[in-house]
């Protein structure tokens, strides 16, 4: 049964950072390519970040290029988020998925960027 639980939200001011995680299991974890998604009040999902099987390729939205870094442990299949320098329109839920995407989604971790 494929699980996603992810972690590591909460808020934080401006120019603040947090780590995001996401366990995820039922499936062979080390073979797939990760993905974090977020959603924005009143806005669809969005693509931020993508992992390779292996870490050693990663892509990024335009809007987190330079202060968000993807990564992942394959011994505890799991996939992180680093995200510093945060902006109030980083203020999302944020998700975790393999590519392609497996259902069902996890619950998401709310992130909130204010002061």
């Known amino acids: 049964q494929v699980q996603f639980v992810e972690s590591g939200g909460g808020l934080v001011q401006p120019e603040g950072s947090l780590r995001l995680s996401c366990a995820a299991s039922?499936?062979?974890?080390?073979?797939?390519?990760m993905t974090w998604y977020r959603q924005a009040p009143g806005k669809g999902r969005e693509l931020v970040a993508v992992?390779?099987?292996?870490?050693?390729?990663?892509n990024y939205a335009d809007s987190v290029k330079g202060r968000f870094t993807i990564s992942r442990d394959n011994g505890k299949n799991t996939v992180y988020l680093q995200m510093n320098s945060l902006k109030a329109e980083d203020t999302a839920v944020y998700y975790c998925?393999?590519?392609?995407?497996?259902?069902?989604w996890g619950q998401g971790t709310q992130v909130t960027v204010s002061s």
């Open positions: 039922g499936f062979t974890f080390s073979s797939v390519t």
């Open positions: 992992i390779s099987s292996h870490g050693r390729v990663t």
């Open positions: 998925n393999s590519q392609p995407i497996r259902d069902p």
